[in-house]
């Protein structure tokens, strides 16, 4: 059975930095991975999908890298910015469906 | 793109009431389709999840069921609910494709008193 673990559970960081959030699995038979954002009261949006014969993939700010040997996952976030305070997770693909992380609460301070 | 519209976005239902959530789905054909709920302070569960007509698979047992009786349409309902169905209730589908992201709805925020 696939297990995801996001660590830390919460994160405090000053506007300007510049960020990782780790996700680790247990199970490497996987076919992709996902991180998503989530707004306090709001449904999730995908931001970055990694076919797992992929290592990485960016858009804009982000970036998100896959080692399937070692069981983990990072979301890179350059130059953070107040309004990417949010609830961030990860989600593997496998067996027709998803499981997600507990996901890290991020909180960029002005 | 896919649109996926979910509602109600709350609900406030008493213990032993009945339950029916809805979710359609625009923009794709024959989608997978979840149901998740997330409780408080609690990561993301799966329910449920459809990958046809009348295709239910179920994760957790519970007092929850779900239904598909259209292609884009995924249904959770529930006899009697109970207060530890309370949470935040989420549809999603991915397109046939495995190599597409999955799409969320807004939620519904479900509170049994």
């Known amino acids: 059975k696939q297990e995801v673990t996001q660590i830390p559970a919460a994160l405090s960081v000053p506007e300007g930095e510049n960020l990782v959030l780790n996700c680790s699995f247990t199970?490497?038979?996987?076919?992709?991975l996902q991180w998503f954002r989530q707004d306090p009261g709001k449904g999730l949006t995908s931001l970055l999908l990694?076919?797992?014969?992929?290592r990485e993939q960016t858009s804009g700010r982000l970036n998100a890298s896959l080692d399937k040997s070692s069981g983990r996952s990072t979301l890179y976030i350059a130059a953070s910015q107040p309004g990417d305070s949010a609830t961030y997770l990860c989600a593997f693909f496998g067996n027709e469906k998803l499981t997600f992380g507990t996901g890290t609460r991020l909180t960029i301070i002005p | 793109s896919q649109t996926i519209h979910q509602w109600p976005a709350t609900l406030v239902q008493p213990v032993g009431s009945p339950l029916s959530l809805e979710c359609t789905v625009e923009g794709t054909s024959n989608p997978n389709l979840y149901w998740y709920r997330q409780a408080a302070g609690r990561g993301l569960q799966l329910l449920f999840y459809?990958?046809?007509?009348?295709?239910i698979s179920s994760e957790v047992p519970q007092n929850l069921s779900a239904s598909r009786p259209q292609d884009r349409q995924f249904i959770l309902s529930s006899k009697k609910l109970l207060l530890s169905d309370s949470g935040f209730y989420l549809c999603?589908?991915?397109?046939?494709?495995?190599?597409?992201?999955?799409?969320f709805g807004s939620g519904t925020q479900l509170s049994v008193l």
């Open positions: 459809s990958v046809g007509i009348g295709q």
């Open positions: 199970d490497s038979a996987i076919y992709n």
């Open positions: 999603a589908c991915t397109p046939i494709s495995l190599n597409e992201k999955l799409f």
């Open positions: 990694i076919q797992s014969s992929q």
